[in-house]
């Protein structure tokens, strides 16, 4: 089954990481990833810009445009990971791998996936750090 | 796991909502310091053993207020402090209810300590350093290593500020709306002032020492953005410098010489960077309410959309450049829209659009840098060459006077 291991924290804390904080976590969450690739679980991953750079389309008789995200929480969504697991047991174990490499504050939302498209992205459209 | 880096971030991202509300508590900014200092300590002794509290900020302003009262009242008799488990215990329940006190009044808070630091009473340069010690958190060590003074000169320029502040009034009733855009409008000119003092380094080594200011600078647009998310001003200033400092690693080469922008080697840009940028001044162009900072930042973003210098949209910028005379007429900003203006109309229309701005424009070094180049291209190299050669003895530094030199070394006279 496919799960999404929806990452949430407070913008402002990552927005303060110090550069080798930022280098070593990533490289402890990249190897997560690649471990994840080599076992062949690994699905598409994203880190998303912060909400200040997101725009909502409220739906309703007359469409709303809200700068930002709609709701003001004190942690945002910043990424996601599709991950495919045999149990929620396993999801669970993924997503403490991961707070383990990036360890605070913050939450890992577990949910699975209903439907799923694969990316038919060109490479050259697709960001990279 | 014994990776305790994830404390430090947490603390200076509840700082300035902290210091924020602290100082309406005491409304004095060392107590609020003290503390600020004070419930850090004790988040250091507890959170690596009890984890984050849920709200950080909520348990900040919590421990730091009963701390700094607590201290007030031991002047008077001697009062035992809740042991640190307990208080911890307490502070998530508690928290909700200071929460609902900090809530409402955490953007004003911010906006407030913001404001604070460019008190109109200060000197640019010490609003800027009191903002890095006081909003950000650097330490004096820090924030002298990237003005490149001495520790003391810096300790005492911030200690002149805060006394300065001291004997100012500032007012801690919640601003009405149009104090509040002037707060804003005060806040924005500070951080954009603090990003420059980071960003117009001229050489390489230089520029590595004062990157901390760009990057605070950078840190202090996004709280602001994040507390006034639908500003298009203040959208435009965090696209305008998250475009500019994108080119920061093509802005010198190998020998610590400046690289012009249509010489930057554009792959060297960071493309996270670009994307937030256009992203924001996207948005905020939907609002059709342009200001400077937005024009600004839509100049920089036709440079950033441009794949190879020879395909900017010179015309585009031109107008652009247009507009942003009429709303902030200065002859600084007629000069750079004469470069756009050569690359569209040719250099003729540009000389005559700065020939008039001689008088006022005389010892900018820039000014003779374009009009040299100008007449270089009217095929001018007599006047290319002296103008050239007033814009080197006006060079601030031994990079910008190399780089006038390699146009004298073209001329070939």
Known sequence: ?129 | MNDLGWIDPVLSAARPQVMGALLRYFRNLDTAEEAFQEACLRALKSWPHNGPPRDPAAWLILVGRNAAMDDIRKRARQTELPDEAVLSDLTDAEASLADRLDGEHYKDDILRLLFICCHPELPATQQIALALRIVCGLSVKQIAQAFLVSEAAMEQRITRAKARIGNASVAFETPGAPERAERLAAVAAMIYLLFNEGYSSSSSREAEARTPLAEQAIWLVRLLLRLFPSEPEIMGLTALMLLQRARAKARFDKDGDIVLLEDQDRSLWSRPRIAEGLALIDKAMRHRRPGPYQIQAAIAALHARAPCAEDTDWAQIDMLYANLERLQPSPVITLNRAVAVSKVRGAEAAYEMIEPLGARLQGYFYFHGVKGALLQQLGRPQEAHEAFSRAIALANTPAEAAHIRQHLDRLSL
């Open chain 1, 1 to 129: 089954m496919l799960y999404a291991i929806l990452c949430y924290n407070s913008e402002e804390a990552i927005g303060a990481w110090s550069k080798d904080h930022h280098d070593e976590t990533m490289a402890r969450l990249y190897a997560v990833n690649d471990k994840l690739a080599q076992q062949g679980r690994l699905g598409p991953v994203a880190r998303l810009l912060p909400t200040t750079a997101a725009t909502t389309l409220r739906k309703g008789r007359e469409e709303l445009v809200i700068d930002g995200p709609f709701a003001e929480t004190k942690e945002q969504l910043l990424g996601f990971y599709v991950i495919d697991c045999a149990t929620l047991e396993a999801a669970l174990d993924t997503a403490k791998e991961l707070a383990k490499a990036n360890p605070g504050t913050g939450s890992y939302e577990i949910r699975p996936v209903a439907e799923f498209h694969p990316s038919q992205l060109p490479d050259e459209k697709k960001p990279v750090a």
